[in-house]
T-cell receptor, first 114, second 109 residues
């Protein structure tokens, strides 16, 4: 079956702009989590969505937001972009919530803010 | 916050064994994960430990000691394709998966 897909794969924006990233989970998976990966900070948890509800949120400013649709697809939005938002944004899906549900990662969206 | 430490880099020879250590101090514990990430690719799941002891999966094994806040990933019979970053991640009580900075393993012929 198809894996987790993320669009776009690469994105270049300028400071102050806003961006929307999309994630389609594996068919049947209901939980979607988002992570930011940078060389300096490593992988950091952004949010988790399940059944169209945000279940958990990491320590990121309010400029970072997201949502999940009824088909489990998820989007994340970053407004008023800053240079420090340049990163690889990874989405991961799992069948259910809970620690022993393996997360499958998508290829990521590489965002560059100029 | 959560604190997860692992070595930055390790180098080993093809066919050898490498052990990647991970120590953690977190607010609660709901399991420890190991992921492999090749350069430019997404992380892939390797193992999940929630109880003390050793879990073996082919050439890869993972060990956990909850009382010591310690885990290791053992890679046996190293192959060139094992050159990658290995990420240790802990699920604390707030269920926000927390990752270590990753260990870059380089396998040399």
């Amino acid at each position: 079956k198809a894996g987790v897909t993320q669009t776009p794969r690469y994105l270049i924006k300028t400071r102050g702009q806003q961006v929307t990233l999309s994630c389609s989970p594996i068919s049947g998976h209901r939980s979607v989590s988002w992570y930011q990966q940078t060389p300096g900070q490593g992988l950091q948890f952004l949010f988790e969505y399940f059944s169209e509800t945000q279940r958990n949120k990491g320590n990121f400013p309010g400029r970072f937001s997201g949502r999940q649709f009824s088909n489990s697809r998820s989007e994340m939005n970053v407004s008023t972009l800053e240079l420090g938002d340049s990163a690889l944004y990874l989405c991961a899906s799992s069948l259910q919530r809970g620690p022993n549900n393996e997360q499958f990662f998508g290829p990521g969206t590489r965002l560059t803010v100029l | 916050g959560q604190n997860i430490d692992q070595p930055t880099e390790m180098t080993a020879t093809e066919g050898a064994i490498v052990q990647i250590n991970c120590t953690y101090q977190t607010s609660g514990f709901n399991g420890l994960f190991w992921y492999q990430q090749h350069a430019g690719e997404a992380p892939t799941f390797l193992s999940y430990n929630v109880l003390d002891g050793l879990e073996e999966k082919g050439r890869f094994s993972s060990f956990l000691s909850r009382s010591k806040g310690y885990s290791y990933l053992l890679l046996k019979e190293l192959q060139m394709k094992d050159s990658a970053s290995y990420l240790c991640a802990v699920l604390p009580n707030d269920y926000k998966l927390s990752f270590g900075a990753g260990t870059t393993v380089t396998v040399r012929a």
